[in-house]
């Protein structure tokens, strides 16, 4: 089982991106998705959060700006950020609990991260 971002990249101020994570390997069910990010000498923090039936949480630094989905079908997460300003630019960090065919206990698991640069 693995999670695999992409979308990540160079912005400027005040633009957009949209980040993507797709599930893949030997999965049964997917419980709790989110996007974690961490920025250079700072410790991982939450940026979006999605339970199974689409409920979704984001921390007030980022409501408003930033917007979270699944597909279900697809596996797959989506991180939709807006308005972007470069106390934004971190690598971002999926991450999903997991459950394979072969267990019977969700795992949690993250992908490798993508970055995003904000430039002023």
């Known amino acids: 089982v693995q999670l695999v971002e992409s979308g990540g990249g160079l912005v400027q101020a005040g633009g957009s991106l949209r980040l993507s994570c797709a599930a893949s390997?030997?999965?049964?069910?997917?419980?709790?998705m989110a996007w974690y990010r961490q920025a250079p000498g700072k410790q991982r923090e939450l940026v979006a959060m999605?339970?199974?039936?689409?409920?979704?949480n984001l921390p007030d630094s980022v409501q408003g700006r930033f917007s979270i989905s699944r597909d279900n079908a697809k596996k797959t997460v989506y991180l939709f950020m807006n308005n972007l300003r470069p106390e934004d630019t971190a690598v971002y960090y999926c991450?999903?609990?997991?459950?394979?065919?072969?267990?019977?206990?969700?795992?949690?698991?993250w992908g490798q991260g993508t970055q995003v640069t904000v430039t002023s």
């Open positions: 999605i339970f199974t039936d689409g409920a979704a």
């Open positions: 390997g030997n999965i049964d069910s997917i419980s709790t």
């Open positions: 991450n999903a609990g997991v459950r394979s065919r072969s267990s019977v206990s969700f795992v949690d698991t």
